[in-house]
């Protein structure tokens, strides 16, 4: 049965205790992290946080740009990417977000051997360490610096020829839910999907649209979960609104709308309330 999880992006000014506290008030039982976040806290400290709360920890975000797109070189990366596997692990997250890169002036076929290189690293660690890789795509209007893999079907064949039991994707509603075709995608994309991002948009995404909380848009949010979830899709369901709207909402009322949908659709989609 799938289960929610509430982003750190979604409470992006609280601090760690705080969004702890506030999720297990609002009835939450799991979050997905953010390690730019975590390094405020530490790893030791937010996995005491985390326990004591008796919450779950759906994903971390994230390891990747294995082309250079982030100024790193791909050993800098691939290390950066073995620290967050060992995160995951420690904090007992069940996937780490992967941004696989832009092409960065790579030929495309020279940035798929330089991602599946580092898969071939890390795949091996990561299922030792009972964490999967979330490849995620983007969509090319928000792509820049972060993934030449710029549609679901892209992803779907890249990890089906890639072929690790390690390796999964992150589909992100916000950036693809706006697409028609997606739905045609779905019995596909459950099978290989460990993390599903949830905000509402109004029309395609852009650079500067935002991450808006579901109902406050035009995405066909709960359908697609719906649909998702009766092709067998069992992982979290992240909601990872930010923007404007949610600052102006207040990160409490933004907790108590996210509640309000998880009840409405665990009637429609089996997400527990």
């Given amino acids: 049965m799938v289960h929610v999880s509430i982003s750190q992006l979604a409470t992006l000014r609280w601090e760690l205790g705080d969004e702890v506290a506030h999720l297990v008030r609002h009835g939450f039982d799991t979050i997905a992290l953010w390690r730019t976040k975590l390094s405020d ?3 030791e400290a937010a996995a005491a946080l985390i ?3 008796g919450l779950r ?3 971390l975000h994230s390891a990747g740009g294995f082309t250079g797109s982030d100024g790193r ?10 620290e967050a596997i060992a995160t995951a692990a420690d904090l007992g997250a069940e996937a780490v977000i992967v941004h696989g890169g832009c092409r960065a002036g790579h030929t495309r076929s020279h940035a798929h051997r330089l991602l599946a290189d580092a898969l071939d690293i890390l795949a091996p660690e990561a299922l030792a360490r009972g964490v999967t890789l979330a490849l995620k795509p983007m969509h090319p209007a928000v792509a820049a610096g972060g993934s030449f893999l710029t549609s679901p079907a892209d992803a779907i064949a890249w990890v089906d020829r ?4 390690a390796v999964r994707l992150a589909l992100d509603l916000w950036q693809f839910g706006h697409d028609r075709d997606l739905f045609e995608l779905l019995g596909e994309l459950a099978s290989r999907t460990a993390v599903v991002q949830i905000a509402d948009g109004r029309g395609a995404p852009h650079a500067d649209a935002e991450r808006l909380p579901p109902g406050r848009g035009s995405l066909p949010l709960a359908g697609l979960v719906a649909a998702l979830c009766e092709h067998g899709y069992s992982g979290p369901i992240e909601f990872s609104p930010v923007g404007e709207a949610v600052e102006s909402l207040g990160y409490d009322r933004t907790l108590r709308q996210l509640s309000t949908t998880t009840a409405a659709w665990g009637r429609l989609a089996r997400v527990p309330a």
């Fill in 162 to 165: 890639f072929d690790h039991p």
């Fill in 73 to 82: 070189s791909f050993t800098e990366s691939v290390d950066d990417a073995f």
């Fill in 41 to 43: 806290v530490g790893i």
């Fill in 57 to 59: 920890v759906s994903s």
């Fill in 51 to 53: 326990a004591q709360a």
